[in-house]
């Protein structure tokens, strides 16, 4: 079986190209034929139909009571004739070719009768001459006829030396090829056999150097046809052999190649044009891959930077208990820290695999935001913050331990992120299929060039504002993995310097879960 799909066109291509030229010099050549041969039948008809005028012109029988006959006794002799035609004995239809045969016993010239159609044997004669004959021949080809009577008995031949066979025809017209010989019978008057033939060597020669014509032509034809078949078939796969190429090149150090398109045809550009997108997001997802684990290192480096220099600096001297104290005090901190980090990590290497798993029950959450606000009420207190909370229970099946951890970020943000004497709102309520919660703040906003980035890892809109306690970047993106594994919504309006609104909206009931 043939791989390249190049031969396999290529094969297809010579097939049909094959036969469609072979159906087509067949047809020509069938056609050539026929008409060549219609050409010579008809040359041959009319010479035949010439002499069975002549025979017809002939009077019509003798009234004696006798049956007609055909020749007229005596036909063929007194003038001598042109070689061949030499009068054949006469004798009455029926009685058969037994005894007499062809050539039989000659009439002596005494009992010279006349024809049966009423003229001298010399009349026939020079009627049957036909001079028109030679002249009507068939082209290149030299005539000659036959005229028989019923029994088989030549009555002119010419040339008189010319053979030709006597057969009972059965229909009134008849064609036959005596080999390179053509010849048309004719039922003449009174049962004669008129047979006018030709030598259609030329003819058939010709009709040879035609086949061998067709033949060279398809063959000319069949080999332009490759070339050009092969030529196109080249042009044809050339885009294939492209994007191969292209692709070819790609790899995880080199997302940016893409194929060229702009010339390609419309088929194949679709399928450029759909790599090309699938490079993009290989491209994206690659450069965030790479975006995320230089965020995460970076991320980690800080609370490794301050274990390691607090454990150096305890260990240079001898040190008092309470300094020692500190030094762990401090490496707990940091270490805290790292182990959030890395919990932040594991949380989004999950959902990002599809492996968050959420234990799903019936939340209230309006109870979730009330937990949330006693737990940040102390953070609250010392940032000078007032938390409200307004609406009625709205009821959702949900993971009662990760949207708790959603509400509680978005609040400790709305704290983090006002100013002091500001407000935190936080409104629970029903919609047709969701229920929602928003959290609003009268703190400091967010550009309106950073709103769409904040749900990125490790975004942070100003490093400078962030939180002193350390926030990494990576609490919206959390947030945001948790309402999509819930098939939920997190939106996010914000003003600078006069508050943000971040609204979590989750379907009450998980009938389609992202993440199982
Ligand atoms: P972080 O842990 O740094 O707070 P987040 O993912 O929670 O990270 O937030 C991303 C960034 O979005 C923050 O650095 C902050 O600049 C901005 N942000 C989040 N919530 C608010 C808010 N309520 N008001 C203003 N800015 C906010």
Redesign the pocket.
């Given at each position: 079986m043939i791989k390249s799909l190049r031969w396999r066109m290529q094969i297809w291509h010579v097939a049909i190209l094959g036969v469609a030229i072979a159906l087509f010099a067949t047809a020509f050549y069938i056609q050539l034929h026929r008409s060549t041969l219609s050409e010579i039948d008809l040359e041959l008809l009319s010479g035949a139909r010439v002499l069975e005028g002549t025979l017809r012109t002939l009077p019509p029988p003798r009234q004696d009571g006798e049956r007609p006959m055909f020749p007229p006794p005596g036909f063929g002799e007194g003038r001598g004739g042109p070689p061949g035609f030499e009068a054949r004995p006469s004798r009455p239809v029926g009685e058969g070719r037994g005894g007499e045969g062809r050539g039989g016993e000659r009439p002596g010239p005494g009992n010279r009768p006349r024809g049966m159609f009423g003229l001298p044997a010399g009349r026939i004669e020079a009627l049957l001459q036909l001079p028109p004959l030679s002249a009507r021949g068939p082209r290149g080809a030299a005539p000659y006829f036959a005229v028989f009577d019923p029994e088989g008995r030549t009555i002119r031949a010419e040339p008189s030396d010319q053979q030709v066979e006597w057969v009972v025809p059965r229909r009134s017209i008849e064609y036959r090829n005596q080999g390179t010989q053509r010849e048309v019978l004719l039922r003449g008057p009174g049962d004669a056999l008129i047979v006018v033939g030709a030598d259609i060597r030329p003819q058939l020669d010709r009709l040879r150097a035609w086949l061998l014509q067709l033949i060279v032509t398809g063959v000319g034809v069949l080999a332009m046809g490759l070339v050009g078949g092969w030529w196109l078939s080249g042009k044809t796969i050339r885009p294939i052999q492209q994007i191969s190429d292209t692709a070819g090149q790609i790899n995880a150090a080199n997302l940016s190649a893409r194929i060229p398109t702009e010339r390609m045809d419309s088929e194949v550009r679709t399928l450029a044009s759909i790599l090309n997108s699938m490079f993009g997001r290989l491209d994206q997802s690659f450069k965030q891959q790479s975006q995320f684990t230089a965020d995460a290192s970076h991320e980690l480096r800080t609370p490794l930077a301050v274990l390691m220099s607090h454990c150096e600096l305890a260990l240079n001297r001898p040190r008092s208990t309470e300094e020692y104290k500190q030094t762990i005090v401090t490496c707990q901190k940091a270490g805290a820290r790292m182990k959030m980090l890395v919990e932040d990590l594991l949380t989004l290497a999950r959902a990002d695999s599809g492996k968050l798993e959420l234990d799903r029950s019936l939340v209230d959450l309006q109870l979730l935001v009330r937990d949330a606000a006693i737990q940040l009420a102390s953070l609250a207190e010392e940032r000078n913050v007032e938390i409200e909370i307004v609406g009625s229970t709205v009821t959702c099946e949900a993971d009662a331990r990760r949207v708790s951890q959603v509400i509680l970020?978005?609040m400790?943000?709305?704290i983090?992120?006002?100013r002091a004497g500001g407000k935190v709102t936080v409104s629970s309520a029903m919609e047709t299929n969701h229920a929602v919660v928003v959290?609003q703040?009268t703190?400091?906003?967010?550009p309106h060039a950073?709103v769409p980035?904040?749900?990125?890892?490790?975004?942070?809109?100003?490093?400078a504002?962030?939180?002193q306690s350390?926030?990494?970047?990576?609490?919206?993106?959390?947030?945001k993995s948790i309402v999509d594994a819930h098939a939920g919504e997190l939106l996010?309006q914000?003003e600078l310097n006069v508050?943000?609104r971040?609204t979590l909206r989750l379907p009450i009931s998980l009938r389609h879960p992202s993440v199982t």
């Open positions: 970020n978005l400790s943000n709305a983090y992120y006002n959290v703040d703190g400091v906003g967010i950073a980035h904040v749900f990125d890892r490790f975004y942070r809109v100003d490093e504002r962030s939180r350390g926030g990494s970047g990576l609490g919206l993106a959390i947030c996010v914000s508050g943000s971040f």
